[in-house]
C-alpha cells in the first residue's frame, strides 16, 4: 500500500499569498496518477487536479499541480477567502486507492 | 445535473446492520464505476469499495472486508452498500462517489453512527 504523507499540518497564511502545498508517497506513483482534492467544512471534498497537473472542470487557474515519482506539490498562486480549508492528496496508481492525512490551510 | 444522493444512514448498536443507499442522475450511470468513501469525525477519507459498471470488478478495504456489501442496479441508476457486524470505528459520513481512479463526482453525504 502507498502512504501519502502530506506537510505541513496546517499552514497559516494571508489572502493574496502563496500556497505550496507537499504530498509524498512512499513508493513511486506510477505514470503521476496523483489527484488533490479541497474539502470546507460540513461539505464533500471537491476534485482540483487529476494526473497530478490537470486541471479539473472550472477550477480556477490560481491552482496548480506538479511533480512525478514520489514528490508532488500543489500550488494555490494567490488565496482568496473561499481558499481556506483543508487539502487532500489521492493515488491511484495502484491498489488500494490512497489518501494523504490533509493539509488545513487557514488564514493568518 | 449530475448528483449523486445518498440516504440510510443513522444510529445503530455495535453488531448492527444498516444499508446505505445512492441515487445517480445526470449521467449514464451504467458506464461507471461507482465507489464508497468514508469519512470519520474529525478525520481524513478512506476509499471503503469500489464497483465496476457492469459489477463484475468488485473492492473492499481490508477494514470492511467480509462485513460490507457493495451492490449495484443499473436501470434504477442506484448503488447500495450493506453494512453488517457494525463496530464502533465505523462511524463515519458515507460518500456515495462516481470514482475508480480520482473522485470526480461526490455526493453530500449520510451519516452513520454506531454506539451504544
Known amino acids: 500500500e502507498i502512504v501519502l504523507t502530506q506537510s505541513p499540518g496546517t499552514l497559516s497564511l494571508s489572502p493574496g499569498e502563496r500556497a505550496t502545498l507537499s504530498c509524498r508517497a512512499s513508493?513511486?506513483?506510477?505514470?503521476?496518477?496523483l489527484a488533490w482534492y479541497q474539502q470546507k467544512p460540513g461539505q464533500a471534498p471537491r476534485l482540483l487536479i487529476y494526473d497530478a497537473s490537470s486541471r479539473a472542470t472550472g477550477i480556477p487557474d490560481r491552482f496548480s499541480g506538479s511533480g512525478s515519482g514520489t514528490d508532488f506539490t500543489l500550488t494555490i498562486s494567490r488565496l482568496e477567502p473561499e481558499d481556506f480549508a483543508v487539502y487532500y492528496c489521492?493515488?491511484?496508481?495502484?491498489?488500494?486507492?490512497?489518501f494523504g492525512g490533509g493539509i488545513k490551510v487557514e488564514i493568518k | 445535473q449530475v448528483q449523486l444522493v445518498e440516504s440510510g444512514g443513522g444510529l445503530v448498536k455495535p453488531g448492527g446492520s444498516l444499508r446505505l443507499s445512492c441515487a445517480a442522475s445526470g449521467f449514464s450511470f451504467s458506464d461507471y464505476y461507482m465507489s464508497w468513501i468514508r469519512q470519520a469525525p474529525g478525520k481524513g477519507l478512506e476509499w471503503v469499495s469500489y464497483?465496476?459498471?457492469?459489477?463484475?470488478?468488485?473492492y473492499y478495504a481490508d477494514s470492511v472486508k467480509g462485513r460490507f456489501t457493495v451492490s449495484r442496479d443499473n436501470a434504477e441508476n442506484s448503488l447500495y452498500l450493506q453494512m453488517n457486524s457494525l463496530r464502533a470505528e465505523d462511524t463515519a459520513v458515507y460518500y456515495c462517489?462516481?470514482?475508480?481512479?480520482?473522485?470526480?463526482?461526490w455526493g453530500k453525504g449520510t451519516t452513520v453512527t454506531v454506539s451504544s
Open positions: 513508493q513511486s506513483v506510477s505514470s503521476s496518477y
Open positions: 462517489a462516481r470514482a475508480f481512479y480520482y473522485i470526480d463526482v
Open positions: 464497483m465496476s459498471s457492469a459489477g463484475t470488478t468488485i
Open positions: 489521492q493515488q491511484y496508481g495502484s491498489s488500494p486507492r490512497t
